[in-house]
């Protein structure tokens, strides 16, 4: 069992930055698939930024240029680092992490709510 808690979303004006963290309840990232996915109202969820499995990063088209994720395995948390706000990109932000055996687990999200 994995738990994993996101932080870091807020009110934010457009053309502002803010950094969301992932808590992973113990060490995870090693072998599991790391991922930022958002869902916007009315929208389905979509990926913003993962981990590949060669560890590599890989970003949706429209966030690439401007978000940045990143980890901390000592401290199991990775982040998202979001530059260049725009109002698009409110949504819910939600980690995922995939373990080799196909379960996964979704934290509960944070809200962005980018204002024009």
Same mark, same amino acid.
Do not use: H
């Given at each position: 069992?994995?738990?994993?808690?996101e932080?870091?979303?807020?009110?934010?004006?457009?053309?502002?930055?803010?950094?969301?963290?992932?808590?992973?309840?113990?060490?995870?990232?090693?072998?599991?698939?790391?991922?930022?996915?958002?869902?916007?109202?009315?929208?389905?969820? /979509?990926?913003? %930024?993962?981990?590949?499995?060669?560890? #590599?990063?890989? @970003?949706?088209?429209?966030?690439? =240029?401007?978000? $940045?994720?990143?980890?901390?395995n000592?401290?199991?948390?990775?982040?998202?680092?979001?530059?260049?706000?725009?109002? /698009?990109?409110? %949504?819910?932000?939600y980690?995922?992490? #995939?373990?080799? @055996?196909?379960?996964?687990?979704? =934290?509960?999200? $944070?809200?962005?709510?980018?204002?024009?």
């Amino acid at each position: 069992q994995v738990q994993l808690v996101e932080s870091g979303g807020g009110l934010v004006q457009a053309g502002g930055s803010l950094r969301l963290s992932c808590a992973a309840s113990r060490s995870i990232f090693s072998d599991y698939y790391m991922g930022w996915f958002r869902q916007a109202p009315g929208q389905q969820r /979509e990926l913003v %930024a993962e981990f590949t499995s060669g560890g #590599t990063t890989n @970003y949706a088209d429209s966030v690439k =240029g401007r978000f $940045t994720i990143s980890r901390d395995n000592v401290k199991n948390t990775m982040y998202l680092q979001m530059n260049s706000l725009k109002p /698009e990109d409110t %949504a819910v932000y939600y980690c995922k992490a #995939t373990a080799p @055996y196909g379960m996964y687990y979704w =934290g509960k999200g $944070t809200l962005v709510t980018v204002s024009s």
